[in-house]
């Protein structure tokens, strides 16, 4: 049968009725690979899976939720829809918007979002606003506007777009034959996490699965609010897709930590780039930064011990890795061989190379 997104295929699981218009793109059902090479490379006897979310329609998991948001938006007569965002969850807002024929306004800390996510906001249409500040305030001005214009928010806040998000734990679960025994995430506003758990905690209490993963939430060291254990005022990382010091889903990420028995820890941009690098070179898969920072985080506990021999790991790739051109290039400018329009050239770079 054909895969028409993650609403039509868990519609007895969401708020929908068979009178609800959806809006889709066909989001979900995205891979689970399996690590084939990097296991190795840290001496332990581990399985790792990333579900690879930047497969999505837009090319990050905002998809699943935004079909939701959309979809509900749609149907209480909404025209405009509003997001403050670090980049994906506008190009997501974007896209569904045009899908829907509604207008979608969106708020972005100027200078600060990955090439990709900007064009992908442009070209669907979304009326771009870009203040001089970050995505915490964004986030603030969007709640307040939104009692003076008539606009729907879909950050993540709402609470539909957490509903799209918690099928990932569904195909992961459905994939799997059951829960991994950890499940790693990068965090910033820590809906995803929060969803997540919430797709778990349903197929357990249904009986589907047996049992519930730990959940490890991972922060860039410049914006990690959960590690600190207060909001950040000025987050910095590159990882800009997780520059965020005032996350919105606070109290539901410390429930998950405490019910799912996790932690949260932090990595340094110079380790979730590596990660990053490592998964493009070893494994044939490319994430954006934020996303690598849940391999990362996964790599060091393994490596500690934290994360034990014989554990069933996923690590949640959130975002696709032609999000960001400019720091994956930056990252390998080096490379590069300049070389005359000559065949000895050409040879002398192969053979020098192998
Ligand atoms: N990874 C990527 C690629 C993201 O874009 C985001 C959030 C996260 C991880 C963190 O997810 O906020 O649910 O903890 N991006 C939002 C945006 C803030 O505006 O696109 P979270």
């Not at 868990?10 to 690590?35: A, F, H, M, Q």
């Not at 899908?99 to 979002?113: D, M, Q, S, T």
């Not at 008539?150 to 034959?177: C, D, H, M, W, Y």
Request: net charge negative.
């Amino acid at each position: 049968m054909r895969y028409t997104g993650l609403i039509e295929n868990y519609k007895d699981r969401l708020p929908v009725d068979d009178s609800t218009r959806l809006i889709s793109l066909g989001e979900g059902n995205t891979p689970l690979i399996r690590l084939e090479n990097i296991p190795a490379t840290l001496g332990k006897d581990v399985d790792i899976y990333v579900k690879y979310e930047g497969l999505n329609p837009t090319g990050s998991f905002k998809d699943r939720g935004m079909t939701m948001a959309v979809t509900k938006a749609v149907e209480s007569g909404s025209k405009a829809i509003i997001c403050a965002s670090t980049g994906n969850t506008s190009a997501s807002a974007a896209a569904y918007a045009a899908r829907a024929g509604i207008k979608a306004f969106v708020l972005i800390p100027e200078g600060k979002i990955a090439l990709g996510k900007l064009a992908q906001a442009m070209i669907h249409g979304a009326v771009i606003i870009q203040i001089k500040g970050n995505f915490d305030d964004g986030m603030r001005l969007v709640k307040e506007v939104a009692d003076h214009a008539p606009v729907s928010i879909v950050n993540s806040i709402n609470p539909f777009r957490l509903q799209g998000q918690k099928t990932a734990s569904f195909e992961i679960i459905e994939e799997l034959g059951g829960a991994p025994d950890y499940h790693c995430l990068p965090v910033g506003n820590a809906g995803n996490i929060s969803a997540h758990w919430m797709g778990y905690k349903e197929y357990f209490d249904d009986g589907t699965a047996n049992t519930k993963p730990i959940m490890v939430g991972y922060q860039a060291a410049g914006a990690a609010p959960f590690v600190k254990g207060k909001m950040v005022d000025e987050p910095e990382t590159i990882a800009t897709a997780i520059r965020i010091g005032h996350p919105q889903s606070w109290d539901l990420a410390h429930t998950v930590e405490q019910e799912s028995n996790g932690w949260f820890d932090s990595l340094t941009d110079e380790e979730i780039l590596a990660a990053q690098k490592l998964l493009t070179e070893q494994e044939g898969v490319f994430c954006e930064p934020a996303s690598a920072t849940s391999l990362a985080g996964a790599m060091r506990d393994i490596k500690s011990g934290k994360i034990p021999e014989g554990s069933k790991i996923v690590c949640t790739l959130t975002g696709h890795g032609l999000k960001d051109p400019d720091t994956a290039i930056a990252q390998c400018s080096d490379e590069m061989i300049n070389i005359n329009p000559v065949m000895d050239e050409v040879r002398d770079a192969i053979l020098n190379n192998m």
